[in-house]
Structure formats: C-alpha cells, structure tokens
C-alpha cells in the first residue's frame, strides 16, 4: 500500500451542498447588502474563501464579514439538516478503510463550519481526521502545507 491516509475535500467532492450553500448565499447577501442576487451568481465562487465572495458584494468590515461567514453556514444548516453524500461515496469510504486505510477531510472551512455542514452526515464517523483552517478567509490548506509522512503537518499563517 503506497499511501496510507487520504484526505477529501468536502463541499461537491463528497456531499453535494450545491443547493444549501447557493441558497443561504442568496440569503445572507441580501440581509448583508440589500442585494438581490439568484443562487446561480454562487457558482462562480464555488470553492472561493468567503471573505472574498463577501468583498466582491461589498461586504468590507472585518466585523461584518466575520458575522457574515458565521451567519452564511447558518442558514446553510436551516435550509438542510445535513448535505447528502454524492452517490457511492459511502460505500466508496467504507471499503477504503477496510482496506486499511486512514481517512479524513481537508477543507477551507473552520472546525466550527465544518461541524454545521458536515457533523450530521453519515459520512463523518468514517472521515475522523480533519484538516481546516483557523480562518475561512485563508482558504483551504495548499499541497505543500499538508504532507502525509505516517502524521500530516499543517502549516497555517
């Protein structure tokens, strides 16, 4: 066995969050801005920090986007209790850590984000390792700030 742990990104790799996160989008950039925007106008950012997207709507207050990243997964959870797994994702992991292997999730998100999102799935008992960002604004760990030599390293700013 040439590796022995892999981490997944979560968000559109192992569950589809696609309607939850665009639609509490939606929502908090309205309650945020007073713009109205379409789930749709999510997609370009998809996988972007959320600082970013909130900038991008003018959203520049240190404070009013920590309220607004906080508020976003929020109302992800209200509009779904838990994103479904994409299809034979489970059964996929399930038979990776038969065989041994160390599973877990690498993610832009917070612990606590990651936790609203993620904790409900089925999913999350088989992926116990976790590798997140202190900040969603720093965006998700890059190849060189995880390395998997039997423990993974992180290095975050």
């Known amino acids: 066995m040439k590796y022995k742990f892999i981490l997944f990104d979560v968000d559109g790799t192992l569950i589809d969050s696609s309607e939850a996160l665009s639609k509490s989008f939606v929502k ?7 713009q109205d925007v379409t789930p749709e106008k999510y997609a370009p950012y998809w996988g972007v920090p959320a600082e970013a997207l909130f900038r991008d709507y003018g959203v520049t207050d240190p404070a009013k986007l ?9 109302y992800a959870k209200e509009i779904r209790e838990w994103n479904p797994p994409f299809p034979g994702i489970e059964d996929m992991l399930k038979e990776l850590v038969r ?7 690498v993610t832009s998100k917070t612990n606590e984000a990651l ?7 089925p999913l999350n008992k088989l992926l116990p390792n976790r590798v997140t960002t202190r900040f ?3 965006g998700a ?6 390395r998997a030599d039997g423990i993974p390293i992180c290095n975050f700013p």
């Not at 065989?99 to 999730?105: A, F, H, P, Q, S």
């Open 99 to 105: 065989r041994g292997y160390i599973l877990g999730v």
């Open 141 to 146: 760990p890059q190849n060189h700030q995880v």
């Open 115 to 121: 936790d609203i999102d993620f904790a409900p799935s």
């Open 136 to 138: 969603e604004r720093t």
């Open 66 to 74: 920590l309220y607004a990243e906080r508020k976003w997964g929020l």
């Open 28 to 34: 908090i950039v309205k309650e945020m801005t007073g």
